[in-house]
Nanobody
């Protein structure tokens, strides 16, 4: 099973980006899906989370500006980031809790980061 994130880039303050994450690789069951952010020299922090049932939670710093969504039929995770601020700069990582085919246990899967830089 693999997660592939995309959609990062350079954007001016106040701008928007849409990050995408594709889950692929055989048969699997997806549970929780999340986006994390890691700024240079800092720890990786949770930005947003969506459960399989569609319940969402957000870090206080992004509430009202970011929206996480999923397309369960196509195994996609999205993060719509609006009104971006310089402090939103960092590498964004998608994460999913998955039961891969042939297994009965949940495992953690991470995508490679996609860089978001907010600067004028």
């Amino acid at each position: 099973v693999q997660l592939q994130a995309s959609g990062g880039g350079l954007v001016q303050p106040g701008g928007s980006l849409r990050l995408s994450c594709a889950v692929s690789g055989g048969r699997f069951v997806v549970g929780d899906m999340r986006w994390y952010r890691q700024a240079p020299g800092k720890q990786r922090d949770l930005v947003a989370r969506i459960t399989r049932a569609g319940a969402t939670t957000y870090a206080d710093s992004v509430k009202g500006r970011f929206t996480i969504s999923s397309d369960n039929a196509n195994y996609m995770i999205y993060l719509q980031a609006n009104n971006l601020k310089p402090e939103d700069t960092g590498a964004y990582y998608c994460y999913a809790r998955i039961v891969p085919g042939g297994s009965f246990d949940w495992s953690d899967y991470w995508g490679k980061g996609t860089q978001v830089t907010v600067s004028s």
